[in-house]
């Protein structure tokens, strides 16, 4: 059964240090999707990304968050200057584009830790 | 915009039992309504949706309910077995494309005793 993949599984970094979280959509999906999981509170959305541009996006994702999908397959959430708020689960999602279509499949997450 | 809350945040049940899960929203123009399941190390895993077209929806032994004027909507397991130990995570969503983005309650434990 195709799935969402994510990597790495867990990245540790330094405060201020950029990262960048990857994704594997499943591959004839066209809506992308980013959300994150501060360890003990809700499942929060980030951002939408759809031909090419962000369709929507969350008061969180601010100018330190940008995303790209820079070629067929993968999928980026790039954080430029990291913080210690910013440790978090962070969820790669895709949802095809068939019409009454709604399920977004989620991919296993990547655990960021800001030191 | 849209708040879920999710209620209880715990859950313990004995095999064979039934759970009962429940969440509000708070807008009314939400229009879907899916239920996640998440297990250790794993992403959140779709097990039922529901479309506010709908009042009821049935699964196997999983079942959702929508009451669209009280703005709540329930995840009912009956015949639970070890298996189902998980949390689980209810969102509501606005279905308009590529901008249906999920918002999602707290998540709950449910665990089963065997």
Redesign the interface.
């Known amino acids: 059964e195709p799935e969402?993949t994510?990597t790495p599984s867990h990245q540790v970094t330094q405060m201020g240090q950029e990262v960048i979280l990857r994704c594997v959509p499943i591959s004839n999906h066209l809506?992308f999707?980013w959300?994150r999981q501060i360890l003990g509170?809700?499942?929060?959305?980030l951002v939408?990304?759809?031909?090419n541009e962000i369709?929507?996006k969350?008061e969180i994702f601010d100018d330190q968050f940008s995303v790209e999908r820079p070629d067929g397959s993968n999928f980026t959430l790039k954080i430029r200057s990291t913080k210690l708020e910013d440790s978090a689960m962070y969820?790669c999602a895709s949802?095809e584009r068939t019409a009454g279509v709604?399920?977004?499949?989620?991919?296993?997450?990547t655990r960021l830790t800001v030191l | 915009g849209e708040n879920?809350e999710q209620h209880p945040s715990t859950l313990s049940v004995q095999e064979g039992d039934s759970a009962v899960i429940k969440c509000t929203y708070s807008d009314s123009a939400s229009n879907?309504f899916?239920w996640?399941k998440q297990e250790l190390?794993?992403?959140?895993?779709?097990i039922i949706?529901i479309?506010s077209n709908v009042g009821e929806k049935k699964d196997q032994r999983i079942a959702v309910t929508l009451n669209k004027t009280a703005k709540h909507f329930s995840l009912h397991i009956t015949e639970t077995q070890p298996e189902d130990s998980a949390v689980y995570?209810c969102?509501a969503?606005i279905?308009t494309?590529?901008?249906?983005?999920?918002?999602?309650?707290?998540?709950i434990t449910l665990s089963v005793r065997p």
């Not at chain 1, 509170?41 to 959305?45: G, T």
């Not at chain 2, 494309?97 to 998540?107: D, E, Q, R, V």
């Open positions: 969402v994510q809506y999707y959300y509170q809700k499942v929060e959305f939408s990304f759809y031909n369709s929507e969350s969820f949802r709604d399920e977004q499949f989620f991919g296993p997450g | 879920v879907y899916p996640y190390g794993k992403g959140p895993q779709l949706d479309r995570f969102a969503s279905r494309g590529a901008n249906s983005k999920l918002t999602f309650g707290k998540g």
